[in-house]
């Protein structure tokens, strides 16, 4: 289990979308509103600290919430260090997951407005799953996100915007709702990243803006669990990214590092199978979200009998609410009635480690996995903001 920092809840605190006083959708509209772009907001009150900036690099770290960090400590300690002097909290968004994360930072809007509401989701009058990670085009991007992004309004005002991620990511579907706008560059691994994130930062007289991406410790954490051996060393990674990237800052720059969500390891006998539960797909007609936030798009009528089943099964496992209430929490914003069937007529929001697999239907990894995400617990939802100036 991870350790909080100290003043902040437990790690298995459910938060509300009122706590806190910054959110990761934040991040964008500051940085445009430090390089001057025109009718930016500075909801995270950078432009005082960053006066001066011509320059700003952006660097997402897959998977290092905020209660990851002092776990990285011991393998991270430039991070660590920057993090305890330049650092504080950010909520990612609901739910806690990659897809809804990049697009919220890459859009500044909550996830009602942007529409990519989950890991999977149902594409509405169908009984398709969409799975943004392995988005290829179809549905558009343009159509299914239709929120200009930040890298767009930068680049209409004349900023010089880059994108740098994997170079299999390059012209997906979740590139494009994310970051359209920007060039993208491609760059594998931290070392590749760094170099290409400071030459574009560094290519130009006039104002930059860089948004990078690093997805190995996300990965060695669900396959490994956080905290294990492949994690300490993704980690040490992560510090040496981080640190070159300071170290090569020009003196008009400012570098922000920042996260999608943290994770928390999921025991074995906390695991629901949904597969091989009858009870648990009575009156279900599609499931989508992920093992921490399911979806549920039920057949005509059934809403109350699989609330009322879900609710039997998990108990104190889980949270088993209508679409009505959860768009009431104000969790996803607001929602425009062409989002709302992406989100399921009942959704099940895990508590403490519990979760639900789909052994079936799912892709077989996905319930061999050690650590997951997605809810809205403080280890899962919390993010750091990490503001060095060059």
């Known amino acids: 289990m991870t350790t909080p920092p100290g003043g902040d809840p437990a790690p298995l605190t459910v938060l509300g979308p009122g706590h806190g006083a910054g959110r990761l959708a934040d991040v964008l509209p500051s940085a445009l509103a430090v390089l001057g772009v025109p009718g930016s907001a500075d909801p995270l009150g950078l432009v005082p600290a960053l006066a001066g900036v011509r320059r700003i690099a952006v660097l997402l770290v897959d998977g290092l919430g905020w209660y990851q960090v002092p776990t990285a400590t011991p393998y991270a300690p430039t991070l660590a260090g920057l993090a305890a002097t330049a650092g504080r909290p950010l909520l990612a968004g609901f739910p806690s997951t990659t897809p809804t994360s ?102 130009g007289d006039g104002p930059t803006l860089v948004s990078g991406y690093h997805a190995d410790l996300d990965r060695h954490g669900h396959l490994s669990g956080v905290d294990s051996a492949p994690w300490r060393i993704a980690a040490s990674e992560v510090d040496a990214l981080v640190a070159r990237l300071v170290d090569g800052l020009p003196s008009d720059a400012a570098l922000l590092v920042t996260a999608d969500h943290g994770q928390l390891d999921i025991p074995a006998d906390h695991r629901f199978d949904l597969d091989t539960d009858p009870r648990l797909r009575d009156g279900v007609r599609v499931v989508a979200g992920e093992a921490r936030v399911r979806y549920l798009h039920v057949a005509p009528g059934a809403v109350d009998d699989v609330v009322a089943a879900w609710s039997a099964v998990l108990g104190d496992a889980a949270r088993v609410r209508t679409r009505a209430e959860m768009v009431a929490t104000g969790w996803f914003g607001p929602v425009p009635e062409e989002h709302l069937g992406r989100i399921g007529d009942v959704v099940v929001i895990c508590n403490d ?37 060059g």
Request: aromatic letters at 6%.
């Open 102 to 203: 990049l697009v919220s930072l890459g859009t500044g809007v909550a996830p009602g407005a942007h529409g990519v509401l989950g890991f999977t989701v149902r594409v509405p009058g169908t009984d398709r799953v969409l799975t943004h990670t392995d988005w290829a085009g179809d549905p558009s991007p343009l159509s299914w996100q239709p929120v200009p992004t930040q890298l767009a309004r930068a680049r209409a005002a004349g900023v010089t915007t880059t994108v740098v991620s994997r170079p299999e990511f390059g012209g997906s579907g979740l590139t494009l709702a994310a970051n359209r706008g920007g060039d993208f560059r491609g760059a594998a691994g931290g070392d590749e990243v760094a170099a290409t994130m400071l030459a574009a930062l560094t290519a």
């Open 353 to 389: 480690t519990y979760a639900v697999m789909a052994s079936r239907t799912e892709r077989p990894m996905a319930s061999k996995l050690v650590a997951y995400h997605g809810a809205d617990t403080a280890a899962e939802l919390t993010v750091p903001l990490v503001v060095v100036r």
